[in-house]
Structure formats: C-alpha cells, structure tokens
DNA sequence: CCAAAAGTGTTCTTCGTACACCCATGT
DNA sequence: ACATGGGTGTACGAAGAACACTTTTGG
C-alpha cells in the first residue's frame, strides 16, 4: 500500500482533512454595560457581514495559538484572558466548505486596546442586548459564550479580567449586575466580597463616579493562586 | 487564481486543510470503583498500543456525531450521556500527521453494554487508579476528563448516568465517594439528597450488598428538567 | 446470635439575606 | 445647602457539619 511509502508526518492518507477555524468571542466592559467586540467578515461568503473574529488554524499553530494570534493583530493585546469555549462542527455550518471553528472567548479591559489597530481593522464595540445578527453560526456561539462567561464569574475569579488593573467596589458590583442582570444589595456584596480578603485596598481614589470618590482595590492573584492550589473556592454567591 | 472557479462547497482552497479526529473518555462504575474504557490502537504510529477509543471526523459528519458513532460502534450502545471536553490541538501531539483531537467524555451504565461487541474490539474496562500510560497525549485528556467529571457531578445530576436506572442510597454515595476521592457521612449525604426531593422511591430491595437490602430508587428526570428550567439548581455539596 | 450493611435525629455553627441610614464632596 | 454616589451593621432564618446508635436479616 501506499501508506507505508508515506512520510511519517502523514500516515493519514486515505482519510480527508477538513478546514479548521477559530473565533473568538470578545468581551469587554465600559461604562456599566457589557460589549461585545466584532467586525466585517474579510472573506466569502459573506463578505462584510459582521462577525466575530477569526482566522484559519494554520498547519504550524494550535488552535489557541491562532486564537491568540488573531486577537493581538486586532487589538494589539497580548496576554489576555483567553479559554476554550466550544467546537462548532455541523456539517452545513459554513456554506463555503467544511469547515469546523473551535471557538474561544475573551475578556479584556476595555481601556487597554489600542484604538487605531481595532478602527484599522474595522472592528466595533456593541453593546451586548444590541447586537445585531452576526453571519453563520456566529449567534450560538455568543449565547453559548455569556452562558459560560456566567458560570465561570461564579466560581472564579475571572471579573477582574474586564476591569482595570485598579478598580472601585462599586465597579465590580456593576460589572456583576450586568453579567448577571440582576441588581445586588450594596452591603451583602461588598461584605462578601471583602469576606475573601482577596482584594489589596490602595491609598488612592477613584473620583470619577462621584464626588466623594471609590477606593480603589486590586486584586491580589498571587494570594488566590496560593489559595487555589489548597482547594479554596472563590465563589461570590451561592446559586 | 483558481480560487473562483472553485465549486460553494470550498472557497477556502489557499488555506490548508488539517486532520480532524475525536477521541472519548468512557467511564463506567463497577463495584464501587471508577473505570475507564480503552482499547488497542487499529492505526499506525502506535498502533497496538493502548489508547482511548477514537476515529476521524468525517466530511460528512459533526464531531459529536463521530464520537457517538465510535462510541456505538464499540459498545452498541445509544442514547449515553456524553459531552465535548475540548480540543487537543498541539501541532506535535500526533507524528502521524498534524492532527487535532475534539475529545468527548461519556458515562456509561456498565451492565449495560454488549460484552460481545466489546470483546471483540479488544476494549478493556480499567480501574481508574491503575491506568498504563496510554498513546499521544491521551493521558492529558483523561486527566482533564476527570476533573470535569468531578466538577460537573457537583452541580448537575450526571453521577445517574453512571449507576443503573434503578439504584441504592449507599450505591449512589459510594460512586461519589469514588468520584471525588474522599469519604462522606452516611447521614448528611443523604439528607441533602433527599431533601432535593428527585428520587422516585420504589417497592423493591436490592440485596446483592447486604442482609438487610436497600431500597431501590429512581432518578425523576422529568421533575429535575421541569425545576432546572425554573433556574434550580443541583447541587450536592457546598464545595 | 452475630456480623455486616442500612437507616435515622439533634445540636452547633456558619452563611445568606433582608433591610436603612450617615458620610464626603463638588457644584 | 444639597444632590449624588460611597460606605457601614444587625438580626433572623436556612443550611452545612459533626456526631452514634438501632434495625434487619442471612448464615
């Protein structure tokens, strides 16, 4: 046979290849709301329907490798938060070949991107109840990311990805109360979440929400990192 | 370029195409003890070696649907509770060729399958602790399975999957017990359980474990769906 | 009658939740 | 001086955690 005449970087022969993408859904936060980033598709079909951000898996890279690659030539960013949401895989997905995505999200801060490189490439801030119908299967994978950023935000402590390095307790709240669409109570929140004590209080205020002015915080990873190796669960509430 | 005279079905044809494979993490629960269902690998490299059961995507198929066709396959069984993990997409993870791996896991009701078909392909159930090393990165996926098993078991009613239709209290703990490693008092576990209000209680005994017997019960899948839908939550343990 | 597993209740502590007022400051 | 958002404490009820004995029955 000819499966032995092979290289050994393709034993594989008589079984077919397919295409492999990936998309990244973006999150950011600003000004008490929630957004999403997206931009017009640069390839048929569809070309200049909105979209979320994407690229082919190149022979070369894993597939969060080009998640990431993707992401840093929109944004300029490197080092985000970045997981592995699902893979899209039905057969009629994508009308211009077989095609399956593996499909990632990401929180950034929304403050750190550079700004020219995201209007370069012609991507938008919308806010997340605003978006319009984004091409292919692009929707369910949205939905399926806002579900996952929700159980996630519970468990771990992945808010303080959307927010700047230093924030004020009352962002935080507002930041949960957008994810999770609800309003909290102002001192149960803040009581358990000073309960944790994985927050590092600065000297410094935040006056720009209010004339009295927010202290700032940061969040202390390396403390929750030590923690976490223990098995404590940061877990802000309990359903 | 050749690109336009291309037929809808692949406007992709620059970029390349890359294998796409699927591999799953069968679990089963015998006699108080995890397992684990693996098999001897049917292709070159490695082929003999011990590995999880797997097959190529094929053009024609959605990943989830190959998985549940090799799953088939081997066991005979349909209708299993299986779920994506994630994608395993290493550009080195497979010498036979660039290949990415979308693994799934499954829960199997041991006495459920057809001994015959898996006999036949030389599938073997392994206690979870007395695992060999298996081929590629198949070792990696079956740690990380373990993990989501164990973090999905404390939030979603998926340990049944795992137990026949009709089970003990004492059965059910002790697959727990198996599950997350570590002991758990007789009298709580059961409060908490019970006091979900879930189980059908039945007529019968089951008296393979002891003189006295214990009562059989079922899982109410249709109330569980019916409170889930109403934002309920399942949830065995704090932590 | 005894070994072996099934089944059951109470107390204490912790945590979640509901709820209302004073504080600091810029205009 | 006042409007605006920031910050704080307490009391009640629910749920988790610790803990030991009785019941059943096959051999």
New binding site residues.
């Given amino acids: 046979m000819e499966q032995n005449t092979l290289p050994l970087n393709d034993l594989y022969a008589p079984e077919k290849r397919i295409y492999v993408a990936t998309d990244c859904i973006i999150f950011g936060f600003d000004k008490g709301i929630l957004k999403l980033l997206v931009f017009e598709r640069r390839v048929d079909p569809f070309k200049g329907t909105l979209s979320l951000i994407g690229s082919f898996v190149k022979p070369n890279e894993a597939a969060n490798d080009a998640a990431r690659r993707v992401l840093n030539e929109i944004t300029g960013l490197d080092n985000i938060f970045m997981e592995e949401l699902k893979t899209y895989s039905d057969v009629e997905r994508d009308p211009g070949a077989r095609c399956i995505s593996i499909a990632h999200y990401a929180l950034i801060r929304i403050d750190d991107y550079d700004k020219e490189l995201v209007e370069k490439h012609g991507a938008i801030w919308y806010e997340f109840d605003k978006l319009p119908k984004l091409v292919l299967d692009h929707d369910i994978m949205i939905e399926d990311a806002l579900s996952r950023l929700r159980r996630k935000a519970k468990f771990y402590p992945i808010g303080f990805e959307l927010l700047p390095k230093k924030f004020?307790?009352?962002?935080f709240q507002k930041l949960y109360e957008a994810i999770f669409q609800q309003t909290l109570?102002?001192?149960?929140f803040?009581?358990?979440l000073?309960?944790l004590k994985l927050l590092i209080a600065l000297d410094e205020?935040d006056?720009s929400?209010?004339?009295?002015?927010?202290?700032l915080y940061k969040f202390d990873y390396k403390k929750y990192k030590r923690l976490q190796q223990k098995g404590f669960n940061f877990?802000l509430?309990?359903?």
């Fill in positions: 004020t307790i009352p962002q109570d102002t001192r149960n803040r009581k358990k000073m309960s205020k006056k929400g209010s004339k009295k002015g927010a202290f877990s509430f309990k359903n």
